[in-house]
Every structure is written in C-alpha cells, then in structure tokens.
C-alpha cells in the first residue's frame, strides 16, 4: 500500500515512465508490465493507480501536455504582442529537448491510436482546444482574420507546424528546426498582409457602396 500523502507523486512518477515508453514503443506497444519496470514498480503499484492500460495511456497524454502547455504559455507570457511573441512560442513548441521531444513523440503515437479509440479523440480535443488558445495568444499583435476565413487561421499555422516537425522527427529528411520557426513566422505575417489588405479592400467596396447608394 502506497504511503499517505504519496499518490500524487507516485501517478506522477508512472506518468513520466509510461511517456518515455509510449515515446519509444507507440501507445499499441506499450503494456503495463514495461511502465512497471521503467517507474521501478510493480505492476499491482500501476493496478492501485490505474483501472486499467487504457486509464494510464490517456493520463499519460494529459500529463505530458500539460507539462507541455505550462512551458508553452510561459514562454509568452511578459512579451508583448507581435513577431517576438510569436517567435518565443514556436521555439517553445519544437522539440529542442528531451522533454519536449518526447512529448511529440507521444502526441504522435495519440494520433495513430485515436483512429480507433473515440475516448482517446475526446482527450486530445479537450487539449487541443486549450493549445489553440495559447496560439491565438501567441498570435496577438499579428492580425489574421480574413474575411471570407471558413477555418480559424490559428489551425491552419498549427498544421502547418505539425507536418514540418512531424517531418523531421519521423523521416530522414533534413529540417533544421530553426528553419521551421523561421517558415512557420513567414507564413503567419504573410497572412496578416494578405489579410490585411483583403479587409482594406473590403472595407473600401462597402464605403464605396454606401456613398453611391
């Protein structure tokens, strides 16, 4: 039986194991004798914490991006808005470190087991839903909003950066991750032009539109 006052520490403990493992095997190869033995448990310890694999996989996600976002929404937090602030967030996203290395690897490997497991989906919405929120934070100070957008402009940059990191860590192509800070920035103030001038240009028609009419 754990020790009082331990239980937090102890799903902590499995948490950090059972991510460096999914890291590494994908969350169709992990098990939960092989969490046991990289938290140094046993596997009734994991069973305690636990009703079962899929209970610790999905808390696994949970923790890692949190872990994850808190850096993220750190990274911005006394920057004022505009390019810098969006330059801080990237470089806080791509996978620089151990950490966050492997918490890409794990969001990967969530992708892949999603398709077939709709709780596993509705975990990763409720925290993409929370990132989403850190990016348009990162955004502030660049308008992107076009008028005739049908999707936010902030999942588009968010693709975006997904393929080319997912690109670099799971191919042997050869993409140095200050070129994808430098590529997705590009893109995002290319946007804000772009889009800035499709709202001037609107904005014009329905002034000239008004003065005519």
Same mark, same amino acid.
Request: net charge neutral; aromatic share 4%.
């Given at each position: 039986?754990?020790?009082?006052?331990?239980?937090?520490?102890?799903?902590?403990?499995?948490?950090?194991?059972?991510?460096?493992?999914?890291?590494?095997?994908?969350?169709?190869?992990?098990?939960?004798?092989?969490?046991?033995?990289?938290?140094?448990?046993?596997?009734?310890?994991?069973?305690?914490?636990?009703?079962?694999?899929?209970?610790?996989?999905?808390?696994?996600?949970?923790?890692?991006?949190?872990?994850?976002?808190?850096?993220?929404?750190?990274?911005?937090?006394?920057?004022?808005?505009?390019?810098?602030?969006?330059?801080?967030?990237?470089?806080?996203?791509?996978?620089?470190?151990?950490?966050?290395?492997?918490?890409?690897?794990?969001?990967?490997?969530?992708?892949?087991? +999603? =398709?077939?497991?709709? @709780? !596993?989906?509705?975990?990763? /919405? #409720?925290?993409? $839903?929370?990132?989403?929120?850190?990016?348009? *934070?990162?955004?502030?100070?660049?308008?992107?909003?076009?008028?005739?957008?049908?999707?936010?402009?902030?999942?588009?940059?968010?693709?975006?950066?997904?393929?080319?990191?997912?690109?670099?860590?799971?191919?042997?192509?050869?993409?140095?991750?200050?070129?994808?800070?430098? +590529? =997705?920035?590009?893109? @995002? !103030?290319?946007?804000?032009? /772009? #889009?800035?001038? $499709?709202?001037?240009?609107?904005?014009?028609? *329905?002034?000239?539109?008004?003065?005519?009419?």
């Amino acid at each position: 039986m754990p020790k009082l006052g331990m239980g937090p520490i102890r799903r902590e403990q499995i948490c950090r194991a059972a991510a460096r493992v999914i890291a590494a095997q994908g969350f169709a190869g992990t098990t939960m004798r092989m969490v046991a033995e990289e938290a140094g448990v046993s596997t009734g310890m994991l069973n305690h914490y636990f009703a079962n694999r899929m209970e610790m996989l999905e808390e696994t996600l949970i923790f890692v991006s949190t872990r994850q976002q808190e850096r993220e929404a750190a990274s911005i937090e006394a920057l004022e808005p505009g390019e810098q602030r969006l330059r801080a967030l990237i470089r806080s996203v791509l996978p620089t470190d151990q950490e966050t290395m492997e918490a890409w690897r794990v969001w990967i490997a969530a992708h892949g087991a +999603a =398709v077939r497991l709709p @709780a !596993l989906r509705r975990v990763m /919405a #409720s925290r993409n $839903a929370l990132w989403f929120e850190i990016l348009e *934070r990162g955004l502030e100070g660049i308008p992107t909003r076009s008028p005739n957008a049908r999707l936010p402009y902030a999942w588009q940059l968010d693709a975006m950066m997904n393929g080319l990191v997912i690109q670099a860590i799971t191919t042997e192509a050869e993409i140095a991750l200050d070129d994808i800070e430098d +590529a =997705v920035v590009a893109a @995002a !103030l290319e946007h804000s032009r /772009a #889009s800035a001038s $499709a709202n001037g240009a609107t904005g014009r028609r *329905r002034g000239a539109g008004t003065a005519s009419a």
